[in-house]
Antibody, heavy 115, light 109 residues
Framework: QVQLVQSGAEVKKPGASVKVSCKAS????????INWVRQATGQGLEWMGW????????GYAQKFQGRVTMTRNTSISTAYMELSSLRSEDTAVYYC????????WGRGTLVTVSS | QSVLTQPPSVSAAPGQKVTISCSGS????????VSWYQQFPGTAPKLLIY???KRPSGIPDRFSGSKSGTSATLGITGLQTADEADYYC??????????FGRGTKLTVL
């Protein structure tokens, strides 16, 4: 089954970092870029950046430059998104999603930032 | 403020047709493919339309997409109550960033 399986919900304090994983299965991980998109409760979709699994090259939305790091481990077909200096406004569901057409989405990881 | 403009809500009766617009600019829609996504509460978005007008396997032909210049449109015919959801348009822009509309809530009356 073609799918992206994400790690479980996280609760973090302001100022901390969070690292979310996204494991690909059912397709060749290195054939498609991985995007990260977040969605705050009741809000729209916000693209954070992309990762090329072959080269490790990344592209980040300007808003997240300096705070986000996207990496991968090709041996286990897994991509990671780490967001640092968390604040309450970062509370959201974080999705990984595949490719240029963004045709396959993980189920999302809820990250709650609260003191 | 989203780069792509969608109406906040649309509504129509079961069996009718509805269209959802998505307006952008030459730096995004005007020079890139448009995708459309359907999202039910508490679930991940699902791809409905890609490359302006193509449907992934399993998406019924009641859903269609089109693009003209810097705007795109999603059409849904034969509306069903099960179509009630949020719909998002998305594309890429000249800075190699993905951009989305703010979403349109479809109500089937």
């Amino acid at each position: 089954q073609v799918q992206l399986v994400q790690s479980g919900a996280e609760v973090k304090k302001p100022g901390a970092s969070v690292k979310v994983s996204c494991k690909a299965s059912g397709y060749t991980f290195t054939r498609y870029d991985i995007n990260w998109v977040r969605q705050a409760t009741g809000q729209g979709l916000e693209w954070m950046g992309w990762l090329n699994p072959v080269s490790g090259k990344t592209g980040y939305a300007q808003k997240f430059q300096g705070r986000v790091t996207m990496t991968r481990n090709t041996s286990i077909s897994t991509a990671y998104m780490e967001l640092s200096s968390l604040r309450s406004e970062d509370t959201a569901v974080y999705y990984c999603a595949r490719g240029l057409s963004i045709d396959l989405w993980g189920r999302g990881t809820l990250v709650t930032v609260s003191s | 403020q989203s780069v792509l403009t969608q109406p906040p809500s649309v509504s129509a009766a079961p069996g009718q047709k509805v269209t959802i617009s998505c307006s952008g600019s030459s730096s995004n829609i005007g020079n890139n493919y448009v995708s459309w996504y359907q999202q039910f509460p508490g679930t991940a978005p699902k791809l409905l339309i890609y490359e302006n007008n193509k449907r992934p396997s399993g998406i019924p032909d009641r859903f269609s997409g089109s693009k003209s210049g810097t705007s795109a449109t999603l059409g849904i015919t034969g509306l069903q109550t099960a179509d009630e959801a949020d719909y998002y348009c998305g594309t890429w822009d000249s800075s190699l960033s993905a951009v989305f509309g703010r979403g349109t809530k479809l109500t089937v009356l």
